[in-house]
């Protein structure tokens, strides 16, 4: 009776053999993937890849040093110049220039802009800080546009001073760049530089409308020139939600001054 033949068994020594080179084999390739990371860089914490290090940028793979101007520093960002000038220079073609301030300036080291700023109580006129003239009654603001001073409460401006603001019997002061500077008490309606009293009808209130008549009829009345007319509610008929006409009840229709059904 013949025998099939059987394949020869791979030996314990040869299996350690082939696990070895394995071990080896991956090993050579980690140093291989190490050996990537260019000069003057570093590989990333997390995720894969590299970086280069502060000072450099990389350029085709490797890591070129960040030629930095005169009184510049490096920023290490992947835009850019990778370096930016130092508190009180500006760049200009490709170097660090000193920001020439006037007298009364201060440096804002920021990238736009003429680098400097006045101080308060002076305006840029023509590349200087003059000192800002303010008038009587009035005080410096911290604005780099407009006038540069306001008038203290009280005042207002006119053609460039600050002048009292004459304020009327049952009138109060506010606040305003424009317009009278003051209004009128509750009751009262401005008026050619006065305050005069609202004169509000039988059957009417005051309202605190700033315009309008000043007051209002009430619920039941309608206004008609200066007084305040009753509404007359015909038969089958209410007042509406304003309370100045009426309506006809259901299933009643309006047929002139009358409610009648359809």
């Known amino acids: 009776?013949?025998?099939e033949p059987q394949t020869p068994a791979i030996s314990i020594r040869e299996l350690i053999r082939f696990?070895?080179?394995a071990a080896v084999s991956g090993a050579l390739f980690a140093q291989n993937g190490s050996a990537a990371v260019p000069e003057n860089a570093y590989?990333?914490?997390y995720g894969k890849g590299w970086e280069c290090d502060q000072g450099y940028r990389e350029v085709n793979g490797t890591c070129k040093v960040?030629?930095?101007p005169a009184n510049a520093y490096p920023t290490n960002a992947s835009y850019g110049s990778?370096?930016?000038c130092k508190r009180g220079y500006r760049e200009f073609n490709g170097d660090c220039a000193v920001v020439k301030m006037p007298d009364n300036a201060y440096s804002t080291n920021t990238p736009y802009g003429k680098g400097w700023r006045c101080e308060r109580g002076y305006r840029d006129i023509n590349e200087?800080?003059?000192a800002i003239k303010v008038p009587l009654n009035a005080y410096a603001t911290n604005s780099s546009f407009g006038r540069g001073w306001n008038c203290e409460r009280g005042y207002r401006e006119v053609d460039g001073s600050c002048v009292a603001i004459q304020i009327p019997a049952n009138g109060y002061y506010v606040y305003s760049t424009s317009g009278s500077g003051w209004e009128c008490e509750r009751g009262f309606r401005a008026g050619n530089k006065t305050c005069i009293a609202v004169r509000v009808p039988p059957n009417g209130y005051l309202t605190d409308s700033s315009y309008g008549s000043?007051?209002?009829c009430e619920r039941g009345f309608r206004a008609v020139n200066e007084a305040c007319v009753a509404v007359l509610v015909p038969e089958n008929a209410h007042l509406d939600v304003s309370g100045t006409d009426w309506k006809c009840d259901r299933?009643?229709?309006?047929?002139?001054e009358k409610c009648e059904l359809p």
Do not use: F, H
């Not at 299933?251 to 002139?256: D, F, L, S, V």
């Open 1 to 3: 009776m013949s025998r």
């Open 19 to 21: 696990v070895l080179l």
């Open 43 to 45: 590989a990333k914490k």
């Open 66 to 68: 960040v030629k930095l």
């Open 82 to 84: 990778g370096w930016k």
């Open 128 to 130: 200087t800080c003059a």
């Open 214 to 216: 000043g007051w209002e």
């Open 251 to 256: 299933p009643y229709n309006k047929q002139r």
